[in-house]
């Protein structure tokens, strides 16, 4: 599962743990990105923060991971080097890529699309407020591609870091060591 991470919050981990539980996934691997070229018009927390964040996150998970292979890589971040790297680095498995219904519909602008679907299958996760567009919905390679519906969870990191801005709590849409986490690096506290 690909994402910012600035902060993880809660609408990521019920995504990665329903698209777990529905294929029975082995293990589930959070790759916060790099610079990603998507959001050159605003800047991102360091890669670091935004990694130990989601380890913070996803430590008491079992079968949750992260991974460096983004924030490690120079350059802007995108999906095929993601996943040639995750691919190098375990052979032999097959690998699923979770994502948003925002970042679903983004995908099939992207370059290199047919390239991805050899990679890998695409889950793309309900997310409120985003109406996937019937007329792609019709382009989409079914065999390659899955929509799930997962507990609508109105969250957004977006709004994590809006909140925090103006000084109203983030409790319970981070995970509690991500809440203690932004307040010990005093994060987003201008906007
Ligand atoms: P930002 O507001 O900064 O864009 P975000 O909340 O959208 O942050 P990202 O890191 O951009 O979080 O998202 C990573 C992935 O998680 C994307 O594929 C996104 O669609 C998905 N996602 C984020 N929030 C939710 C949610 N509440 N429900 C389902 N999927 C989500
Ligand atoms: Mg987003």
């Known amino acids: ?3 910012t991470f600035d902060p993880i919050h809660h609408g990521h981990l019920v995504a990665a743990s329903e698209v777990q539980s529905w294929f029975d996934l082995d293990e589930v691997t959070f790759v916060p990105t790099g610079q990603p070229w998507q959001k050159v018009d605003r800047d991102v927390s360091a890669a670091e923060h935004r990694y130990l964040m989601t380890v913070v996150a996803t430590a008491s998970n ?3 991971t992260t991974s460096r292979v983004d924030i490690d890589r120079d350059g802007p971040t995108y999906t095929i080097d993601t996943l040639r790297d995750l691919a190098a680095e375990n052979p032999e498995t097959d690998l699923y890529f979770i994502t948003g219904a ?3 519909a983004q995908l099939f602008t992207w370059r290199d699309v ?3 679907f050899e990679l ?3 889950v793309g996760c309900t997310r409120p407020g985003y109406e996937m567009d019937p007329s792609m919905l019709a382009t989409i390679p079914r065999e390659r591609v899955t929509l799930i519906e997962i507990p609508a969870l ?3 990191s977006t709004d994590c870091r809006n909140r925090r ?3 109203e709590p983030v409790w319970y849409l981070v995970p509690d060591g991500v809440v203690q ?3 010990k690096h005093d994060l987003y506290t201008s906007a």
Do not use: T
């Open 165 to 167: 801005a103006k000084g």
């Open 62 to 64: 079992p079968r949750f």
């Open 154 to 156: 109105s969250i957004s």
């Open 181 to 183: 986490y932004i307040a």
């Open 120 to 122: 890998a299958h695409f």
């Open 1 to 3: 599962m690909g994402g």
């Open 114 to 116: 047919d390239q991805l």
């Open 102 to 104: 925002d970042a679903l």
